[in-house]
């Protein structure tokens, strides 16, 4: 997981794509092929192969996967499957050596000094914050040999989970009998910050109300924050991120993807005392060895329906992936103009890159009819027990085809509410001319009938914004227009009006998007001006082409948005319900989905079949200097210079990453592995290519693996690399000064 | 490639279902899937997805690969696409220096006095054979430092092409008019046997007629044989054949396949003289360098039409795969008794293995729509060019739906003529009953009217096999006759009378199987004695169970077995025509299928996307070592106990093997890899698993490639581990003493 592969943040850019793909709209989704469109039904049916699979498939019980929560352990399954018995004090201590790192990763103590582990790629954030203009530690990583060297890392804080309750008897008696979708949505949340405020000002702990199951169980989650907290260590960016990008999501893997930072006392001069910590391993984890991961795993699809998964399936993934290979060859363009550009859209473009991906790996496992045949299986055994208990039956027997209607109902509208969503791709004609329109219908409405945006000083200011220059590339926005134009020749019915609104004959979406920007004078403040003054009637009569679309799109988008809300409400209420059934059925079997709250996933060490062949457990430092000489030391597999330098000193043998069968995601970045004693034996920093599918349901038997750096593997570099002596003597020794 | 993924021989039990496979037989070829059965036809319609690939897809203009003859090589294509000419002195030279490696490899003369490399898994047989029970060279190696310790190879000879002659007319006209499809084949095939023997009586060459095109053009090609020959060199078992069977067919590697011996002068003491050899490059090839690879490719099938890929896709691979399955778990089973039966079915099971793995990744190609819609577009586009000139579609128009009515029919008998064989499986039972029904049906008839087996000495030996004693293992015959239940309930429809015989209601074919060998008294030879003398009439009305089954497949059989060979006829009278269309479009333009004759075939190394990132171009000795590592040094990546005693005088960073887009098959395995000046920089063992689908269409996008070890990591090999003096001396200096 790369640093932007966390949750529950990912990056902005893909923030853009997951609310525009969050959302539902219109026509049949997939490409417009010759002949009869298939209706969105018939979309909705289980393919022919995947209802075989279905017959065949074996269910191995984790089908939800291994993300248990700390109130619910499986001490049963876990006393039969690995003959480990976990006590209360246990789990207690490995809950309390836990934390969450800031919004974005999970991480642990390792000393009784606060000294805590997390990913490279999780401290980034801090080493670039606590670099100068002439010590970019980045490049030449950071150690702090005393106390008096840590940096402080600006707004980083450290949660610890202390303390559970179950509320949710009074989250759910706060639903009005009879709500709607909308208003039960509501009252929840309203609760929930009730809770929550009354928790904070009576404990001053951090308070957070949990929805586990989608809602069908609600806890209170209170930690205890540590802050400040400083940078201790961190390797350079060529060891922490060897492999880059290309390496992102793969294995065999060679990254030194770990750093240390301290929590310390409020006052910030003394360290925290953290009497709950993980002791390190010296030996680590071999192969078949039991591991447990602590964590907290942003989120997951595992509960969602057959129908749910088809929409994703039939739309969401496909017009996510259309959209982010458009928006990299749109920075690829960008980039080519300068060094400078390339500069500055390379952070952007990395995150586009490790999105397209995640969405290839998880649309892999959509299009998979085993994965999709076991899913039916698991649908088809929750429902035949829940239609043989009458009581179960009556309450919730129709959910399954109530979402399937919602579904349905999302397919036929979500690419259009995405495609006339003015805002979808942020061409600047296309946002001036939505203002414009907005305004001009606002204003030819009695002042308390518009939105509030359109009266007294608001007003005002928008009609600042739309009499001043607003300065555009007309080159820039016409590839982001065809940007737009061609996801609706792709996504659109034929004669969807925005088609014939937008195309000539024979046009492609970057010859009508040129002829769109060039022609329209909605970039003329005059122009606006004058369409300003005439109001309503003489702007539906406009010839402007660009105009005339954006005024069909807001017609579209203003119609279907709300239903397209109505329908989220409504899949969120259907969520509720299998939820209380899936609990009503299994009970506290099977874990939730992932809610960035920390979890304890149980796995072994184990390698695969890859590429024809078998990947081993775990990989050496011979890998990584293999690596770096296969590619003639280029980026971004340039042999790390402090390798290169202590080459002599380095036992090339020593297991440098290793691979599990743990279960984990997104916001996992930074996670312990620890053996039966509660030791670290490693730190999970990503999992490889075969994992991704795991989104929906959970699978080892296909090759899904957590990728980890190996406990061996950080103190050979600690040691030998950086002979970081404080550092290896406070891990051995389980503290040091404060 | 594995020693035995090498054309033209398989192994004996990959031949076996060669013969098998290649066969035509019954049925509707999925799985009796519920519901109706699609019919043949329907099933060798192309996909809807492959039809809309088709639209978009564009060619490349190798999609028949670029294994070009040396009468036709492609100059201006080498020129434009790489700036290189090769003259007419530079071709001869490239063709003496390659030589045919017995009936099985490639080969080349690498000094003026006949030393040959080739890889170390060609040269096995040889180093075995050198063995003896106190000096094992399979395991230790072996280097004769000078002439007198080189060692014969028995019965190895080298074939170096000297001559070619077109002979297509005089093959074309030896076919009477009118003849029929089998007339047709005959009449070519001793045109052929007598244009050889007339070539060897007058030139004492080696001669044999190749069929080009699968019949278009006929070839005399003229060989210069070189034998005896004597061994040099090769590395032990574990740095030839490193990562074994598991890391067969893929990339990255790191194995020393390399191995070299010495053509002799007849009389076996004097070195032949080989003026025409490659020089050696000590730079090697880099990444994105022209390569080239000389040798013979056994065999591919990209001039095969559409209809007759979609059996392939339908039927024969599927079935083959069922197949190898079964006799995967079977040689499981036999080895589970004990180390001896282990080590007895070892080269077997490996042999088992590799075909599942090439029939697996060819068959990815089949199920790849991508590839499917580049065959359909390529054949749309062959079809509308033959369409377009009267002439020719008068003379070829009809010939794809005349495959196609062939291939519909092999569709339809195939799997009843392969599993309706008695002598398909091999269980002693059967194969008994069959001999006895086929002994008594026989001898009901006159003796002329017999087949020759049934007259006279001859049936006298049958009568006396019938009588004897034949011991069998019934363990063992049930669970080879479970395999063929297991295939017909998979491929006969659900009404086959070999079904409605076989099956009591409910059982599973291991029940059946069970019933059918434990009640049978066809192992009795007083039960078959009395048969013998009631004759025909009290045969039909035997109560016997697996009597009367194989009475029935032995009645299908004999029924569909003529008509498979009348189709197998037929079509090779279509490819013939075929072929003549191809070459009355494109002429020259394009390489033959392979012929397992004297190929060129260009391309540049070059690394490939890979598992989620990139494979490098190439691999180091660092790699080597690592693998080993990884997995701690077990087999079968141990680490060669030479390179572990050297470690230390070797360059960990210079290449070992590396990646090429030249196109190769089994049966180039040993090919060398030259430069532009004709310098050898490497030698082809394997393709990586991306590369089997080539078997239909050639692509590189794909990331198939070839994989050879590079002249740098040999060189390092030789010096440093090996010591090897005088066989580098040689190699650098092109020529040593005779």
Redesign the interface.
Known sequence: MTRLFVAPGWSTLVLAIGIAGCAPAAAPPAAP??GAAPTARAVLEPS?AAL?TA?RVQLTGTELGTMWTFENPPLDYWRERYDFTASPEWLEHVRLASVRYGQICSASFVSSTGLVMTNHHCARQCVEAVSTATEDYLVRGFYAASRGEEKLCPELYLDQLVEIEDVTARVQAAVPAGASATAATTAIDAEAERIEGECSASTGLQCQVVSLFHGGQYRLYRYRRYAPVKLVFAPELQAGFF?GD?????Y?RYTLDVAFVRAYQADGSTAASTPQYFSWSPAGAR?GDLVFITGNPGSTSRQITVAQALYEKEYRHPFTIDFLRAQRDFLFWLASFSPEAERQVRDQLFSVENSL?AYS?QNAGLQDSLLMGQKIRWEREFQQRVDADPQLRAEYGDVWDRMEEIETEKLRIAPRVNINNPDFIGEPEVTLAAELIRYIQAVSRPEAERPERYRGEQLAAVEQLLRSQTPANPEVSARLLAIRLDLARRWLPADDPFLRLAFQPNETPEVAAERLISTTQVGNPAYRATLMQAGDAALRSAADPLLRLVRQMLETYSRLEPRREELNAEEAVQNERLARALFAVYGTELPPDATFTLRISDGVVAGYP?????A?????F??L???A????DRMPWTLPESFDRRRGALD??EPLNFVSTNDITGGNSGSPLIDREARVVGIAFDG??EQLPNEFLFRTETGGRTVAVHSVGIMEALRNIYRATALVNELMQGGGPR
Chains 1, 2 share one sequence.
């Open positions: 092929a010759p022919p075989r017959e492999g290309p390496d992102n999501f793969t065999p192969e991906k790996g890859y590429n024809g062949t078998v081993p457990p775990k990989t050496t011979y890998g200097f293999g690596r000489a296969d590619f003639d090339l043998s490889n290519i």
